[in-house]
């Protein structure tokens, strides 16, 4: 296809005029066309256009937001990847193409709980499996000097050769295909060029859509050996762990979901540390997120009681200083207030008859498990 | 690669970058404040409302900040939390004599879910960055259902929000509202999800019932507005005929919205739980009230032991949260109880549709309790037998 070429506005955005046939040489080496109507309009542009330089540099990593209070030591290392492309032979969910999950909106204050037929519960029990699959492949890499984006390149990749999707792709317009969250952030940690530090502790959240059935699944990895001997984090991480464990005890037909809370809280308090309280474990089947919400702190109203063939994700972060979140300007990331660390686990769960199914239980050669505390 | 030498040149503009220290003593200071009430404020268009709001401001010192809720495409609803309840990014604040704009920050949506509203989050961000407000009036579009926007701002007491939730007050244009209540059309606040194949049927084989129903339900304060324009008898009927929909709510009558004392309709969240109130509370447990659309149903509890109570406790979650009584497809949307215990213990518990919450009081207010529900469905016969049969 022929490109027209149209007299293009200068680049400087206040300016009304048309722009000349100069344009501006370092834009030019990075491969874009920034034109203006002169030198002086270039001039006066110099100071915001500059920035233009930076993002379109790849090998330049810097912090988008530099006048943010980050709240702990953790930056973003930007720029972040091309957000990447999945064939179309793969079922896509409905959010895929625009960023809205129309049928999860459909369903806004729907507190109605799903319970999935025996057909559901079979394609649930496979996507489970399998996002499990693509968890354990991705916690594998995890080791000093891996950045967060070659995570991310594999789990897109392992989920294109299993023909599953990965579910944060474009939810909401989340900008990549699985959520990796390291030290102060609690969740929801955006894939990007900085490398894990032996020290580090990193949360992967994989969830992918599979045959028309979403799974989701976290834990929480010690980077190298320096986190495995800190006494603080393995007590973070190690009661986090616990605390999902206990919650998933009392599952059975019958709970009722506003005592999960309780059961974590209590825990997690004996064992010095807080609970966040702006996340919630959710609904999960054919939607992504739907009803019901399950906050992890205690003395929540929460509706809903647990029925057989209900399914639905418990996923604790717990943090070792203030319970309160910030929200970087990625409008993701989610921090503690006090940059202390934070540490989640999450399973997807299926009530049965008589309990519960853990569907995304770990195998015995899962990467990770629980390690002993240090006293 | 392109070398890059933009250091070199002007020295850049200083930034200044707020510490993180200053946001923990700002968090500590907040904490130490007392929350700020929230009154949601519905009608029909035409009804008042505005008239309302401004007569309020008039007649108060408070520093009040007015929020208008819009059902907006371009912003981004919270997961679990309703399209139409987005807050419009600017609102009204008064500080005493000049009105202003203020902006608000709207996040994004939430990957995982989160358990508050964008516009609570807005709210609260407002409330911190501009100092507290003595009040927030929130104003709903005309057919806005006030259930699920009030549900959004009853949060959990751990989640130590700046807001808190103080009542609804609905506005009624006395001409027209006999005409508003029978114009009744099926309630699309449900839709299915057909791609996903889930689909809610919560509000399947219940009476059609009009935006009026659902207003007056929720109501804690009605104000009949325009009464100047219709005969005394009128007035007279149209007020027994909301207090059969809505035996709770203090009907106050007005001409131009203009009510003699603010304090009948503002700061209501503890008289809500002050036992005084209870003995006023007229049970409208005969027939000869009974709306078939909407109700409220009145029935009396014993003094219970622990093991009725906790039967109780499951009679309220099958109401409340499968919408069902003895097989009966029932709609709750407000939820009173005075619950006395055989231990001298007493609670209140309040409910919005599915949500309701315990909480004891020390006083003692009289010697049993009383259950008050209003909604869809309803049924004075079927509640009791049930009640009787599951606390027995």
């Not at chain 1, 686990?345 to 629980?370: C, I, K, N, Q, Y």
């Not at chain 2, 325009?226 to 005969?231: P, R, T, Y």
């Not at chain 2, 009948?264 to 027939?287: G, M, P, Q």
């Amino acid at each position: 296809m022929v490109e027209v070429q149209y007299p293009k506005p200068c680049s400087r955005a206040e300016c009304e005029n048309l722009a000349s046939s100069l344009k501006c040489p370092t834009c030019l080496k990075l491969g874009k066309d920034s034109s203006f109507c002169g030198q002086d309009c270039f001039k006066k542009a110099w100071p915001t256009h500059k920035l233009v330089h930076k993002q379109l540099q790849p090998s330049t990593p810097y912090d988008p937001f530099p006048t943010f209070s980050y709240t702990g030591p953790l930056r973003p290392v930007y720029p972040l990847s091309p957000m990447r492309t999945l064939p179309d032979s793969i079922p896509h969910p409905d959010y895929a193409k625009d960023g809205i999950p129309h049928s999860e909106q459909r369903l806004f204050r729907s507190t109605n709980i799903h319970i999935n037929t025996a057909d559901e519960i079979a394609g649930l029990r496979e996507a489970c499996k399998l996002g499990r699959k693509v968890l354990d492949i991705a916690a594998a890499a995890i080791k000093p000097g891996v950045t967060s984006d070659s995570i991310d390149v594999l789990v897109h990749d392992t989920c294109i050769s299993i023909g599953a999707y990965p579910s944060p792709l474009n939810y909401y317009h989340f900008p990549k295909s699985v959520c990796i969250s390291v030290n102060e952030i609690i969740c929801h940690g955006i894939p990007d060029q900085r490398k894990l530090e032996d020290g580090d502790i990193v949360n992967i959240d994989v969830s992918i859509y599979y045959k028309g059935f979403h799974a989701d699944l976290n834990e929480t990895y010690y980077v190298g050996d320096k986190a495995l001997a800190d006494a603080e984090s393995i007590r973070l991480v190690e009661t986090t762990r616990e605390c999902l464990d206990k919650a998933i005890e009392i599952v059975k037909p019958g709970m009722l979901f506003r005592d999960i809370g309780n059961v974590i809280e209590k825990h997690a308090t004996a064992n010095g540390c807080s609970v966040i309280r702006t996340y919630c474990g959710h609904g999960i089947n054919k939607l992504f997120h739907c009803a019901p919400n399950i906050p992890h702190y205690a003395k929540n109203k929460t509706p809903g009681v647990a029925k057989p063939g209900m399914t639905f994700t418990i996923e604790p972060m717990l943090a070792l200083g203030s319970w309160k979140d910030k929200t970087w300007p990625d409008n993701w990331t989610s921090a503690t207030v006090d940059g202390k660390r934070s540490a989640q686990f999450e399973h997807m769960l299926l009530v049965t008859e008589t309990g519960v199914e853990v569907l995304t239980a770990r195998h015995a050669d899962s990467p990770g498990g629980p390690i002993s505390r240090i006293s | 690669m392109a070398n890059i030498d933009d250091d070199n040149d002007e020295v850049p503009a200083l930034v200044e970058v707020q510490t993180a220290l200053e946001d923990a003593i700002d968090e500590d200071i907040e904490q130490n404040d007392k929350k700020v009430p929230l009154t949601i404020v519905t009608g029909y268009l035409g009804a008042g409302k505005s008239c309302l709001l401004n007569n309020i401001m008039r007649q108060t010192n408070k520093k009040i900040a007015i929020a208008l809720k819009v059902k907006g495409t371009e912003l981004i609803p919270f997961i679990e939390f309703g399209d139409s309840v987005d807050i419009e990014k600017s609102l009204t604040v008064s500080d005493g004599s000049k009105n202003y704009t203020e902006w608000l920050e709207l996040g994004n949506g939430c990957l995982c879910c989160s358990v508050k509203d964008n516009g609570v989050a807005a709210l609260e961000s407002l409330m911190e960055k501009k100092g507290k407000f003595d009040y927030i009036l929130l104003e709903t579009t005309g057919l806005a259902d006030p259930g699920p926007i009030a549900q959004m701002f009853w949060l959990d007491t751990a989640l130590a929000s700046s807001i808190y939730l103080d009542g609804i007050i609905t506005v009624i244009d006395a001409v027209n509202i006999v005409k508003n209540l029978d114009d009744t059309v099926v309630d699309m606040h449900h839709q299915d999800g057909t791609e996903s194949g889930i689909t809610d049927q919560t509000q399947a084989d219940l009476v059609p019932t009009s935006t009026a129903y659902t207003q007056i339900s929720y109501a804690d304060v009605i104000i009949l507005n325009k009464s100047d324009l219709v005969e005394d008898e009128t007035r007279r009927s149209i007020a027994e005929r909301i207090a059969g929909i809505n035996s709770l709510a203090t009907i106050i009558p007005t001409t131009f919205s203009k009510v003699d004392s603010v304090e009948d309709i503002l700061d209501l969240a503890t008289v809500n739980n002050d036992l005084t109130r209870w003995e006023n509370i007229k049970a409208f447990s005969s027939k000869a009230f009974h709306d078939h659309r909407v109700t409220t149903i009145t029935l009396p509890l014993p003094v219970m032991s622990q093991d009725s109570y906790r039967a109780f406790d499951r009679w309220l979650q099958n109401l409340l949260w499968e919408d069902i009584v003895d097989s009966h497809r029932v709609e709750v949307h407000r939820l009173k109880a005075k619950i006395v215990l055989d231990s001298d213990e007493t609670f209140v518990i309040q409910g919005v549709r599915d949500t309701y919450d315990t909480i004891p009081v020390s006083e003692t207010g009289g010697s049993s309790g009383k259950v008050v529900i209003i909604g869809k469905g309803l049924d004075y016969d079927i509640l009791q037998r049930s009640l009787s049969k599951t606390i027995l």
